[in-house]
């Protein structure tokens, strides 16, 4: 049976966002294709443009993931948006705010029904250990002008020749939601308001404000994992993160190490 297209609304949006949100939006565009919502806000932001800006995109032409990987954004078929936040501190007082992005996405997922949503530090979110959604957060500016661009890509409705060129398992909310429709203007006023009441948090409290949270969320912690370094692999057993967001690694050895993201990625297993 098919279903009807739900474009993307940028008025029915801003009528889902809650007061807070929509007081800390400085700007919201909805375009079919963009090649990328976070390059369309890294380039605003070198433009001056104002913290709360978001932008959402039907399709993108050059969507990316960390590390490089492209992301698959067919037409109306996901939700890709981006987020402009400028912050008044230095860039180290950033650390876990990639996981803190993740945390507000789960947490909106949760709200609207997807129960049993987790998160694969550092930035997948997961359901049954198959891939829902991934972050990607870009920064720039100078220590007291320092902005991020926090890119969130969720598989909604995937048709079957894009979700073919996926090289890992994954899911879409129609698969976890089954009869229950996915609306996707509801699903985006969610998560963007989600995502910057999370960002305000941050900036009081920093990462230690969502531990707790983060702990609830975690789906690596206790688990052999493989790191895959720039140089080399390191395996070992999970121990949640520390206070500014890196993964902890117990390794045979006994001995305790802390990894930060960036171009870390880890796989789970034996």
């Known amino acids: 049976m098919s279903v009807a297209l739900e474009l993307l609304n940028r008025d029915r ?17 909805v ?9 369309y806000l890294l380039e605003g932001a070198r433009a001056g443009w104002p913290s709360g800006a978001v932008c959402l995109a039907e399709r993108q032409t050059a969507g990316r993931g960390r ?12 939700l890709a948006f981006s ?20 945390i507000a996405v789960a947490r909106a997922l949760q709200n609207l029904g997807v129960l049993e949503v987790g998160l694969k530090w550092p930035n997948d979110i ?36 894009d979700a073919a060129l996926i090289d890992q398992p994954w899911v879409d909310l129609r698969e976890i939601l089954g009869a229950v ?34 702990v609830r969320f975690d789906r690596v912690r206790g688990r052999r994992v493989h790191l895959q370094l720039p140089n080399t692999t390191v ?30 990625g880890l796989r789970v297993g034996s």
């Open 235 to 264: 395996a070992g057993i999970a121990r949640g993160v520390d206070a500014t967001g890196a993964l902890l690694l117990e390794t045979e050895d006994g001995r305790l190490s802390s990894y930060l993201g960036g171009e870390i």
């Open 181 to 214: 429709p996915v609306d996707r203007n509801r699903l985006a006023a969610a998560l963007i308001g989600d995502l910057i009441g999370a960002f305000c948090r941050f900036q009081e409290s920093g990462f230690a404000g969502f531990t707790e949270e983060w």
């Open 126 to 161: 997961w359901w049954h250990e198959r891939k829902l959604g991934g972050i990607l957060l870009e920064s720039g500016g100078t220590a007291r002008m320092f902005y991020v661009v926090a890119g969130i890509g969720l598989n909604v409705a995937l048709p079957d020749p």
């Open 83 to 102: 987020l402009l936040w400028r912050f008044e501190v230095s860039p180290e007082a950033l650390g876990g705010l990639s996981l803190v992005t993740g």
């Open 31 to 39: 375009y079919p294709t963009l090649d990328s919502t976070n390059a």
């Open 13 to 29: 949006i801003l009528a889902e966002l809650p007061d807070v949100a929509c007081n800390r939006l400085s700007r919201l565009e």
């Open 67 to 78: 590390q490089g990987r492209n992301w698959v954004t067919p037409f109306g078929a996901g």
